[in-house]
């Protein structure tokens, strides 16, 4: 076997392994925790899927300053407050936000973050064409947008040594071998998209606790049915 064989196949195998994990994890409701954790781009990215799948056309792309979006042939811009920032969004951030609004002729904007806002931006936004998405409401609303979507079971790895591609089920971490008998371990660990609840309950700062658990449970639920279908038994920290 040549080095440049092995090159190519690995290559390969971890570009499928990464998308293949992105495609997982977009059915998985982020917690506030990971929304806050992104750097600004991604965060921008999951709200555009997000906006996506609650109906609206994104029409820009993902570096622009305000997302452009279109419902049902109405204009709507989309700001995105950095999710690192530990402090409320001000005021100054939504009347920015309004003039954007008002130049781009759209009839609404969303201004969303992953924390708070301060009570003069709230009490702006009540008197504007503004609409808050707070860390709570934007969890809430990332769960409503995936409503329907069912978590896949399998995934696809690629054999690092002949660049054929297997077929891993997500509930089971052991290895498999491709049809030449080299073996193809697990790529993706569940855990990895569904990360663990923390036993001691500790959260953010304003983290919500009743609202992600809620949320949680009904993940696990899903889960735990999902195994109940397929007679699965085997018990998941
Ligand atoms: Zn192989």
Do not use: W
């Not at 609650?54 to 622009?64: K, M, P, Q, S």
């Not at 042939?73 to 939504?94: I, M, N, Q, Y």
């Not at 030449?180 to 609840?197: D, M, Q, R, S, Y």
């Not at 959260?203 to 279908?229: C, I, L, T, Y």
């Amino acid at each position: 076997m040549t080095q440049a064989a092995l090159v190519r196949y690995d290559v390969g195998a971890d570009e499928l392994r990464q998308r293949e994990f992105s495609r997982l994890a977009s059915f998985v409701v982020p917690t506030l925790e990971a929304l806050r954790s992104l750097t600004p781009r991604p965060f921008r990215v999951e709200v555009a899927h997000m906006m996506e799948r609650l109906g609206y056309e994104v029409i820009t792309g993902e570096d622009a300053a305000y997302l452009v979006t279109l419902k049902t042939g109405a204009k709507h811009l989309v700001a995105c407050g950095s999710p690192a920032t530990f402090e409320p969004t001000p005021l100054r951030d939504l009347a920015r936000l309004h003039d954007a609004v008002i130049a781009a002729n759209a009839v609404s904007g969303f201004f969303v973050t992953a924390r708070r806002f301060t009570p003069e931006a709230e009490a702006y936004a009540a008197t504007a064409p503004l609409k808050l998405v707070d860390g709570k409401t934007l969890v809430a609303s990332m769960q409503r947008s995936r409503e329907g979507m069912i978590m896949p079971e399998t995934y696809a790895a690629m054999c690092r040594q002949c660049g054929e591609i297997v077929k891993h089920r997500l509930d089971c971490a052991e290895a498999i071998p491709c049809t030449e008998g080299h073996p193809v371990p697990p790529t993706i660990a569940l855990a990895a998209l569904i990360a663990p609840k923390r036993s001691d309950g500790s959260g953010g700062d304003d983290a919500a606790p009743k609202q992600s658990s809620r949320f949680e449970v009904r993940q696990h639920n899903a889960k735990f049915q999902a195994r109940m279908r397929r007679g699965g038994t085997k018990p998941k920290q």
